[in-house]
C-alpha cells in the first residue's frame, strides 16, 4: 500500500513538509510506503472549464505545462493521499487548489474510494477555514475522510518551527495511525472492498 502526500507549499522544507513528514513517518512505521510530492514554485494553472479532459477521455488535464498530470499520472498506484497546505488569508495556498480542482474533475475516477485527510499549517489564524475548503473536494469524490484527535492543523511561522508544535506533530501522528488502520481494513482480504453505489443521478435547479 502507499500514499501519495502532496506538499502544496512553495518553501520545499518549511513547515507544511514539517508536518506531512511526520505523518509520513508514521505510515513508514505501519508498513506503509510513502511519498511526498512538492508543487514548487512553478505557476498552477486553474481550470478553464473546457471540458476537453471529459470529451476525448484522456485521464489527465487537456493542459500539459505544469505539475498536474505529473501527478495524475501517480495516482494509479497510490492508495490514499494527503493534501497539506499553508494558509494564505484564512484560505489554502491558491495552487494547490488550482491543482485539486483540475486533477479530480481530469482524473477523478483515479481517486475515488481512497482515504484522504488535508493538513492546513498556520502562524495563527485561518486554518479551520482553509481545513473545510480542502476537504470539500474529497466529500465530493466519495474519498473516505481520515480523522484525527483534532482538526490536522499544525502551528508556526519560521522554518522548522512546526516541530515544536507537540500537539500538532501528535496529530499529523494519531491522523497517520489513523489512515494505516483503515488502508489495512479495506485491504485485508488481499483485494480493495469498496461500497456498491447507485448511478449517479445528477439534478439541475433550472428547467
Given amino acids: 500500500m502507499k500514499v501519495l502526500l ?15 513528514s511526520e505523518a509520513a513517518k508514521t505510515l513508514e512505521s505501519n508498513g506503509i510506503e510513502t511519498e511526498i510530492v512538492q508543487i514548487g514554485v512553478k505557476p498552477v494553472r486553474g481550470c478553464i472549464a473546457c471540458g476537453q479532459c471529459k470529451a476525448k477521455q484522456l485521464g489527465q488535464c487537456a493542459f500539459d ?3 498536474c498530470n505529473r501527478i495524475a499520472e501517480k495516482l ?15 484560505q489554502p495556498n491558491g495552487s494547490v487548489l488550482s491543482l485539486i480542482q483540475r486533477l479530480f474533475y ?6 475515488e474510494n481512497k482515504p484522504a485527510a488535508a493538513v492546513c499549517v498556520c502562524r495563527r489564524g485561518g486554518a479551520s477555514a482553509a ?13 473516505p475522510i481520515v480523522s484525527s484527535q483534532y482538526w490536522n492543523i499544525v502551528y508556526g511561522l519560521e522554518e522548522g518551527q512546526a516541530a515544536l508544535d507537540a500537539e500538532g506533530m501528535q496529530t499529523m501522528r494519531t491522523m497517520a495511525n489513523n489512515m494505516a ?4 481494513k479495506i485491504h485485508e482480504s488481499g483485494n480493495p472492498n469498496y461500497p456498491e453505489r447507485e448511478p449517479w443521478q445528477p439534478m439541475h435547479f433550472i428547467r
Fill in 181 to 184: 488502520w483503515l488502508l489495512k
Fill in 131 to 143: 481545513f473545510t475548503t480542502m476537504n470539500l473536494p474529497f466529500q465530493m469524490m466519495n474519498m
Fill in 76 to 90: 494509479d498506484s497510490i492508495d490514499a493521499l494527503i493534501v497539506g497546505s499553508p494558509v494564505y488569508y484564512g
Fill in 106 to 111: 481530469s482524473a477523478g475516477e483515479k481517486v
Fill in 6 to 20: 502532496i506538499n502544496g507549499s512553495p518553501r520545499r522544507k518549511g513547515n507544511t513538509f514539517v508536518a506531512l
Fill in 65 to 67: 505545462d505544469d505539475i
